[in-house]
């Protein structure tokens, strides 16, 4: 018969195979899937972030984003809640950093003040799929997504103005890539305050926002 100690070395040999390969099946799964969260997200590239008037609803390719993190995450949950909250956590990543590169890419010429209203219906979206997930802080992935339309939405720009407050208010943000976001940002046709009674922001407001940026990170190279 087998001793204890020979059963205990063959339980661990098994146990070590069959994590490996539950390793393989889950990478193999991810870079699949990451692909599939691609090819979605190539057709935002041609949109209009400079619509006319307030959104209705979110972006379709969002519906298709969701359904396909669903499957996603369904399908690696048969192999452990480990592999699920790995494959959540790796797709809100991927996501939420295409979302906020998506307004620095060349595609997207301009944006407005209904354009981030849209965005922030699509992230909305996505915050109410992370919630249902239930993986732990999956929703804080986009927090830097939600921090990029609250400047809009509330208002904010003083914040970004400031160094000290940018970093406070927006500790997820980065001062270059906002300010190459920011440039990109033209007027509304229609301009109205928000449900919190702040004004939907100027573009020449926008610009003095970027001068004043680009002088404090300036200032801040010249102190170090």
Known sequence: PMTSHVRKAFEGASRS???????????????????????????????????????????????ELVALVQGSVEQVERVSLQSKDEMAQAMFKHISSYMMTMFSLPSVRKFNFHGIQLLSRDVSALESEADRIGTKDLRKILAKNRQFV???????????????????????????????????????KSMFRNTAGAEAPRRKAVEATIKRMRETIGSHFLKH
């Open 17 to 63: 195979q069959l994590e490996r390969l539950r390793r393989k099946c889950v990478e193999s799964a991810f870079a699949m899937t990451l692909g599939k969260v691609d090819a979605v997200l190539a057709a935002a590239d041609g949109l209009d972030w400079c619509p006319s008037s307030s959104p209705d609803a979110c972006n379709f390719y969002i519906g």
């Open 150 to 188: 609250q400047i809009f939405l509330n208002n904010q720009l003083d914040a970004l103005a400031d160094a000290s407050r940018r970093k406070q208010a927006f500790p997820q943000l980065e001062a270059y890539q906002l300010i190459s976001i920011l440039d990109k940002y033209v007027d509304s």
